[in-house]
């Protein structure tokens, strides 16, 4: 049975910062691309960050320079670190598993049930 389950969100001030964890099991992690997908009140929901199994990483431009994407194949976990957090940041942010091989990554792909991140004074 495959789970990945985020952790770490919460509270935080504007220009203050926050790590996020998220958990993967029941999959072949580092055979994966992983990603940080987020979701704002009404708003679509849009990629983040994403790292390949061999640690090549692509951002969105609204994070770059802020946030820094990680992953850690031995404890199976991908990690976002955000820092100079800005209101706009604010939503629910969702960890997506899905496999590096394009000819069965529809069928590997899985996603987390999220966790919030308010960015508020």
């Known amino acids: 049975q495959v789970q990945v389950v985020e952790s770490g969100g919460g509270l935080v001030q504007p220009g203050g910062s926050l790590r996020l964890s998220c958990a993967a099991s029941?999959?072949?992690?580092?055979?994966?691309?992983m990603g940080w997908y987020r979701q704002a009140p009404g708003k679509q929901r849009d990629l983040v960050a994403v790292i390949t199994p061999d640690g090549r990483t692509n951002y969105a431009d609204s994070v770059k320079d802020r946030f820094t994407i990680s992953r850690d194949n031995a404890k199976n976990t991908v990690y976002l670190q955000m820092s100079t957090l800005k209101p706009e940041d604010t939503a629910v942010y969702y960890c997506?598993?899905?496999?590096?091989?394009?000819?069965?990554?529809?069928?590997?792909?899985?996603w987390g049930q999220g966790t919030q991140v308010t960015v508020s004074s």
């Open positions: 029941g999959i072949s992690f580092s055979m994966f691309n």
């Open positions: 997506n598993a899905k496999h590096s091989w394009v000819s069965i990554a529809a069928n590997h792909d899985y």
